[in-house]
């Protein structure tokens, strides 16, 4: 799976960004995808993910019920729509697919980052003060 992210920009605090996720190669559909951020200095950390089917959403709680994760497997894409950003979401977001299609759900959400085997170039966010 090849994943080329996009959307980012620089924003007001308050403000709203939606990243979209385009993916080709093999069946998108198929895969767990998530999002996952890495601010300067800091590890990469998990923001939010969605089940293959789309039914299934799970976030982390910096960033739960700000951002709404979604997919249009027709579309091969993914979303992150964030809302009322704080200058600490500032960070290199990345999209990434599971390792393997038809993932168990529950285990690629405990396995956080090792659960992801496919990742995208990242699109930067910037929230200003």
């Known amino acids: 799976v090849q994943l080329q992210a996009s959307g980012g920009g620089l924003v007001q605090t308050g403000g709203s960004l939606r990243l979209s996720c385009a993916a080709s190669?093999?069946?998108?559909?198929?895969?767990?995808m998530g999002w996952f951020r890495q601010a300067p200095g800091k590890e990469r950390e998990f923001v939010a993910a969605?089940?293959?089917?789309?039914?299934?959403?799970y976030y982390d709680d910096s960033v739960k019920g700000r951002s709404t994760i979604s997919r249009d497997n027709a579309k091969n894409a993914v979303y992150l729509q964030m809302s009322r950003l704080k200058p600490e979401d500032t960070a290199v977001y990345y999209c990434?697919?599971?390792?393997?299609?038809?993932?168990?759900?529950?285990?690629?959400?405990?396995?956080?980052?090792?659960?992801?085997?496919?990742w995208g170039q990242g699109t930067l966010v910037t929230v200003s003060s």
């Open positions: 990434a697919a599971a390792r393997e299609p038809v993932g168990d759900w529950h285990r690629i959400i405990a396995s956080g980052m090792s659960g992801f085997g496919f």
């Open positions: 190669g093999r069946s998108f559909s198929n895969y767990v």
């Open positions: 969605i089940s293959w089917s789309g039914v299934s959403t």
